[in-house]
């Protein structure tokens, strides 16, 4: 099963933008790859990138060409696909449906891509509706058929009561392609259920998880996409205790809006890089403004944490444990996400 098309033109292009010389490109093939540098020889280094790429993605040795380029060439961090350069880290169109599951990934391809799917159907794009148009605010996720988690920041003018007309927020799902309607949704009259704010982003604790759950007027959860119930992300019940749902350099995957553009699933093979305080988790995805609020999930697609924006003085992003999430949800709530899972 063979990558998508537009994946192999981003590194195409990314491999072309960070790579300086024939030399290097030689010695990714030799060392890293183990592979013989003279299969690609080519007049110009454009030309042996395309050949590596091409042979790459027709053999299916991709992502490791991938790996070895983040590891390798750190001006990749510039090239297009990613900011950051730790592990196999890399963007894929939520619209691609046939694709090779990651390193680290436990689920067998097909079980990957329709696990992949089903949550994708699941994560929305949130904007203001304003006079010339939409402005992207941030993603958000369905965590019953008509509850929606996202961060409070997102959501912190309506939250405030500063934004005084609720209709204005809209929450669009199944936006998966430039030009594509997707399926709006806007808030139920009773729209608030819960909230957290982030008071201080230098300051971690109990008090500043930085979520918010809101109410639909409809409930898209239910809606019946290609024969099958679109249904909602499962907040996952505790671990056991002295256990911890984070493992360093293990897996973790982002669906998001980054810009309120289509949606995207953003991954790092070797992604949790630490947990503070059951606070905050940091990882190195990259994402983008109007990503903030998006799930993010580990090597099995359970739901792990809320994504919420760069993590202070480091160069890594973060996200709030789910589990402190629930923790602090009130008791109704947590009853109900229970009831519907």
């Known amino acids: 099963m063979s990558s998508p098309g537009n994946f192999k033109a981003q590194l195409d292009v990314a491999l072309k933008r960070a790579t300086s010389s024939a030399a290097d490109l030689e010695q990714l093939i030799e060392r890293d ?12 280094l454009d030309d042996m990138i395309g050949k590596l790429v091409a042979a790459a993605e027709r053999e299916h040795w991709d992502p490791a060409l991938l790996d070895a380029s983040m590891r390798r060439f750190a001006r990749l961090n510039r090239g297009g696909i ?7 880290t890399y963007t894929l169109p939520g619209r691609d449906r046939d694709y090779r ?16 799917t089903r949550m994708e159907r699941r994560v929305c794009r949130i904007v203001r509706r304003d006079p010339d148009g939409h ?5 958000g996720f369905l965590i019953g058929p008509s509850l929606v988690m996202t961060n409070w920041h997102v959501l912190a003018y309506l939250l405030a009561g500063i934004l005084r007309t609720p209709d204005r927020v809209l929450f669009q799902f199944d936006y998966l392609e430039e030009g594509a309607a997707g399926r709006f949704c806007r808030l139920a009259n009773d729209w608030f259920v819960a909230c957290n704010p982030a008071r201080d982003a230098q300051r971690v604790g109990d008090n500043d998880l930085d979520y918010a759950v809101v109410h639909l007027a409809d409930a898209p959860g239910d809606d019946e996409i290609e024969g099958a119930r679109r249904g909602h992300i499962s907040v996952p019940p505790p671990v056991s205790q002295g256990n911890s749902r984070f493992t360093v350099d293990e897996p973790i995957y982002i669906v998001q809006h980054p810009c309120g553009n289509p949606l995207q ?8 890089k630490a947990v503070r305080e059951r606070a905050r988790v940091t990882y190195h995805v990259t994402t983008d403004e109007g990503s903030s609020g998006s799930p993010c999930f580990n090597r099995d697609w359970t739901l792990v944490a809320l994504h919420r924006g760069p993590a202070p003085e480091t160069d890594a992003n973060e996200g709030v444990p789910i ?3 629930r923790d602090h949800l009130p008791e109704d709530v947590r009853d109900e996400i229970t009831r519907v899972a």
Do not use: C, E, H, Y
């Open 33 to 44: 790859l183990d592979r013989d540098p003279s299969r690609f020889a080519g007049r110009t």
């Open 82 to 88: 990613k900011r950051d350069i730790d592990g196999s």
């Open 101 to 116: 599951p990651p390193l680290g990934a436990r689920l067998p391809a097909d079980a990957w891509n329709a696990q992949r």
């Open 135 to 139: 402005t992207a605010l941030g993603t």
């Open 265 to 272: 699933l953003a991954m790092n093979a070797r992604g949790v």
């Open 323 to 325: 589990d402190s999430v």
